[in-house]
Nanobody, 122 residues
Framework: QIELEESGGGVVQAGDSLTLTCAPS????????MGWFRQAPAKEREFVAAIDWTAPNTYYADSVKGRFTISRDNANGLTFLQMNSLKPEDTGVYYC???????????????WGQGTQVTVSS
């Protein structure tokens, strides 16, 4: 069974930085596109960032461009989300996601983690 586990969430102040880590099971993931989504209270889950398995191509929601960076370490099967200049509106549960298709990942990923809470206070 394929599993994803996020870590690195926490409570920070506006302007601070956090790095989230996603650790999937199995080397199988090295050929998958990986991404991050988030869900704020009382809102629908939204796409944040994605990276293809070759790693040079990354994609971001307009709301995080220039502040967030997605990367991956294929040797260790890890995916990261570096979040800088955090804002209160970045508060939410952040989910790691994976799919064999980059297009499907951004719309409806096949695999999800359980999520990690990020809270940004003003």
């Amino acid at each position: 069974q394929i599993e994803l586990e996020e870590s690195g969430g926490g409570v920070v102040q506006a302007g601070d930085s956090l790095t989230l880590t996603c650790a999937p099971s199995g080397r199988f993931w090295n050929s998958y596109a990986m991404g991050w989504f988030r869900q704020a209270p009382a809102k629908e889950r939204e796409f944040v960032a994605a990276i293809d398995w070759t790693a040079p191509n990354t994609y971001y929601a307009d709301s995080v461009k220039g502040r967030f960076t997605i990367s991956r370490d294929n040797a260790n099967g890890l995916t990261f989300l570096q979040m800088n200049s955090l804002k209160p509106e970045d508060t939410g549960v952040y989910y790691c996601a994976g799919d064999s298709s980059l297009t499907d990942l951004q719309r409806s990923p096949a695999y999800w983690g359980q999520g990690t809470q990020v809270t940004v206070s003003s």
